[in-house]
């Protein structure tokens, strides 16, 4: 089994930062992209960014400048900081993973997600 586990929501006010972090633990032969999602409520989830594991980010428009993705040394952690945030980041947000398990095929993996929400 394969396991996502975001920490680091929150509530912040206009201009502040926040940093999620997310872990995946588990059965893990090999992990490729990660990825941060979000969902706010009433609304669709998005795609907010992503990473290779070759370290290519891409990114949202409405994030572009602000948001920062990176994974961690040991490959299974992948980060987003976010600054300058503003109330229409409000979200929960989820990380997801593209991993192979050990005697397994490649499958998209995501956590249950952590709330953020920006807020005066």
């Known amino acids: 089994q394969v396991q996502l586990v975001e920490s680091g929501g929150g509530l912040v006010q206009p201009g502040g930062s926040l940093r999620l972090s997310c872990a995946a633990s588990?059965?893990?032969?090999?992990?490729?992209?990660m990825a941060w999602y979000r969902q706010a409520p009433g609304k669709q989830r998005e795609l907010v960014a992503t990473?290779?594991?070759?370290?290519?980010?891409t990114y949202a428009d409405s994030v572009k400048g602000r948001f920062t993705i990176s994974r961690g040394a040991a490959r299974n952690t992948v980060y987003l900081q976010m600054n300058s945030l503003e109330p229409e980041d409000t979200a929960v947000y989820y990380c997801?993973?593209?991993?192979?398990?050990?005697?397994?095929?490649?499958?998209?993996?995501w956590g249950q997600g952590t709330q953020v929400t920006v807020s005066s």
């Open positions: 588990g059965s893990i032969a090999e992990i490729n992209a």
């Open positions: 990473t290779t594991s070759g370290g290519r980010t």
């Open positions: 997801k993973a593209n991993v192979r398990p050990y005697g397994s095929r490649w499958s998209d993996y």
